[in-house]
């Protein structure tokens, strides 16, 4: 997640208040699922975005996960994402991201 990215989430929650925001990630691997997902929730573990010591709490989701999936009109999805869910390891990347949660809840 670029630095771009995290000052336009921080922004967002801001303004819009983070009880009102979902992030949806798409990236392409496990690990970076997780890097960017302690990103929004925790604040960026690398200390030099804007999100550096910020601890937003954000709930994250993968485009991947079947629960994201269930909320898009099934043409939309299948001609944006339909490609990248057959090439990349869908089950690592969702199981990361379960795995992420989990632990964010104690």
């Known amino acids: 997640m670029d630095l ?5 989430i921080l922004k967002a929650a ?3 208040g983070t009880e009102n925001l979902v992030v949806i990630l ?3 691997d496990a690990e970076s ?3 960017y997902a302690e990103t929004v929730t ?3 573990p690398t200390f030099v975005g804007p999100l550096a010591g910020v601890s937003l709490g954000l709930p994250v989701y993968h485009i991947l996960e079947d629960e994201v999936k ?21 089950e690592a990347i969702c199981q990361a991201m379960k795995n992420f ?6």
């Open 4 to 8: 771009e990215d995290q000052d336009v």
């Open 14 to 16: 801001e303004e819009h």
């Open 26 to 28: 798409g990236s392409p």
């Open 33 to 35: 699922a997780e890097i």
């Open 42 to 44: 925790q604040g960026d």
């Open 70 to 90: 269930q909320l898009i009109d099934q043409q939309t999805y299948e001609s944006h994402v339909g490609m990248m869910e057959m090439v990349l390891d869908k």
């Open 101 to 106: 949660r989990e632990t964010l809840k104690g």
